[in-house]
């Protein structure tokens, strides 16, 4: 009896080892050569977002679908959405805003007219 309950306990931490490495392997795909700390694989420092999910939302059309769909949130349940709000890490959204309207700024700068 104790050999079985042994044997399915191996089992079970051997199926839970590959889903956790199949999990790994889905969430954190190997970097390509073109990423990297340098920022080579787009914008964002340190290849930042390597997700094909974030670099849409990251992208200026991306930003525009959040925010049309935050502007939608907000005037059909506008408690839920200050709910949400609070939920946000203040901090972190604020240096990414700055960070884009500071790059916003430079380029515009660097632009000739």
């Known amino acids: ?9 191996i089992e079970i931490r051997t199926r839970l080892a590959a ?3 199949e999990l790994r ?4 795909p190997p970097r390509s050569e073109g ?4 920022g080579g694989s787009g914008d964002h420092l340190g ?13 200026g059309r991306g930003l525009g679908t ?3 769909v935050v502007a ?6 506008p408690a839920l959405a200050l709910r949400l709000l609070r939920m946000l890490p203040a901090s972190a959204v604020a240096k990414v805003v700055l960070a884009r309207a500071f ?3 430079r380029a515009r700068q660097d632009q000739p007219r």
């Open 103 to 105: 790059s916003a700024m």
């Open 1 to 9: 009896m104790k050999d079985r309950d042994e044997a399915a306990r």
């Open 35 to 38: 990423d990297g700390a340098d």
């Open 66 to 68: 959040v925010g049309a």
């Open 47 to 59: 290849g930042f977002p390597r997700s094909r999910t974030m670099k849409l939302l990251m992208s």
């Open 19 to 21: 889903s956790r490495q």
């Open 72 to 77: 939608g949130l907000l005037l059909a349940r």
């Open 25 to 28: 392997r889905i969430l954190d």
